[in-house]
């Protein structure tokens, strides 16, 4: 058995960097918002990055954003031992989601280098520059970029909610323009990723971790209805072409079809914009964000293909016509069966109450589970809460967290 920290020290580290990583885009009731290259995530950053020199590692940036922390191996050889999560959150988040694996990853190399001193295969905690999608309709950035799925150009012509456009604000935050080693990797171990579950079956079931099998499947699109803005006064109900009233329809056929799978598909119709989005004005206007998951991709497309099929029959029903655009399709994908293997015999030594289980939140490890050995590692969401500021996990569960991670690691890489 190696050396572990005395609880309460971890509990209470955990807890004040959770804390100190919260106050970059938090510190207000609506939340934690931190969007790739705004003011509150570069301030992260640079936070992170003075947090690894503090603790012994050696910070270095690539050119899309991602921050890395380099604890040197013994072995000049070897490969490297890759954990961390994603910096980013969604628009008033809560303080865990991707921060909780930054953090525990902090502290694991601090606690290891302290008490074991150099690995032989180096490790790096890493800061991943961008997850959720939540400023531009471009997700995985940081891992993309990392495992090579994604590049620089691919961000050409794409703008936030604001008109800003996605190179503009990578150049003004440092990046992009090739200051910055390259960031596709061709030196990774492997990849681990502790995250909280984002769910509520781990608190149902009293287990405190949680061993991801594989990570759903996804596709994500914006459907912009479009009719013609009038009157609400003097418009009979027969002359209009409303595109709020077919967007209605549209969304209540997503959610009737999805309420009636059985297989655990879900729908979200979480953002709507309206234009004009004036009360006494038919809207001439609807965009609609849609995204749709489950763990068989072919389930997922059928799904949506019979949908958009009667869209086409209630929009020719009400004059009003659809565009339909898909940002994002992401296949399900399978962590490393070894990796949680791994996890496995160390929570077994320590009878700790655990199951393996899909996950319904995309990650980071979605991306590098196709590009190296990968393992996803949950902690309990109390009330399943997250993307919101009431998101929360025991302190004993995120620190049961870190005594995995500082144990798989020493596993991995000493
Ligand atoms: O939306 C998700 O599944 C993740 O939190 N980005
Ligand atoms: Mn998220
Ligand atoms: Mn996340």
Redesign the pocket.
């Known amino acids: 058995m190696i050396e572990q920290p005395k609880p309460s020290a971890l509990s209470e580290q955990i807890e004040e960097l959770i804390d100190w990583l919260a106050e970059h885009g938090g510190g207000r009731e609506e939340g934690v918002t931190r969007l790739l290259y705004d003011p509150a995530w570069r301030s992260a950053q640079r936070a992170i990055e003075a947090k690894m020199e503090e603790i012994g590692l050696l910070p270095r940036y690539d050119d899309a954003g991602n921050l890395f922390g380099r604890m040197a191996g013994r072995d000049p050889e070897a490969r490297v031992v890759l954990t961390g999560s994603h910096v980013d959150t ?1 628009t008033g988040g809560g303080k865990y ?1 991707g921060a909780y694996g930054i953090v525990a990853a902090l502290i694991a190399a601090e606690h290891l280098l302290a008490h074991h001193g150099a690995p032989l295969k180096p490790i790096e905690v890493v800061s991943l520059c961008e ?3 939540s400023r531009f309709p471009m ?1 995985y950035w940081g891992s993309g970029h990392i495992t090579g799925v994604k590049k620089r150009e691919d961000a050409a012509g794409i703008v936030d909610a604001n008109g800003v456009p996605f190179e503009e604000a990578m150049r003004e935050a440092g990046f992009g323009y090739g200051l910055h080693p390259e960031p596709k990797r061709g030196d990774l171990e492997c990849f681990i990723e502790l995250h909280i579950e ?1 769910g509520q079956i781990l608190e149902r079931e009293g287990q405190s971790i949680g061993i991801v099998s594989h990570i759903v499947g ?1 596709r994500r699109y914006d459907i912009t209805v479009t009719g013609e803005s009038n009157h609400a006064g003097t418009t009979p109900m027969r002359w209009r072409r409303d595109a709020m009233s077919t967007a209605a329809e549209l969304i209540g056929v997503l959610m009737k079809r999805a309420n009636a799978d059985q297989t655990g598909l879900v729908a979200t119709v979480g953002r709507m914009d309206v234009k004009p989005n004036v009360g006494n004005v038919i809207a001439r206007e609807v965009t609609f964000s849609l995204d749709v998951r489950h763990e068989d991709s072919e389930t997922i497309r059928a799904f949506c293909e019979e949908c958009f099929k009667e869209f086409e029959t209630i929009a020719a029903a009400q004059g009003t016509s659809v565009a339909i655009r898909k940002w994002m399709d992401e296949e399900p994908v399978a962590m490393d069966a070894e990796l949680g293997a791994a996890a496995e015999s160390i929570l077994r030594q320590q009878n700790m109450a655990y199951r393996r289980m899909t996950s319904g ?3 980071d490890s979605q991306v590098f589970g196709t590009f190296c050995p990968t393992a996803l590692l949950f902690v309990p969401s109390r009330g399943g809460l ?2 919101s500021p009431a998101e929360f996990t025991e302190t004993e569960d995120l620190e049961r967290g870190v005594k995995l991670l500082i144990d798989l690691l020493y596993k991995l890489a000493y």
């Open positions: 969604v989601d997850e959720e999608g997700t984002q996804q939140a995309g990650h997250s993307h």
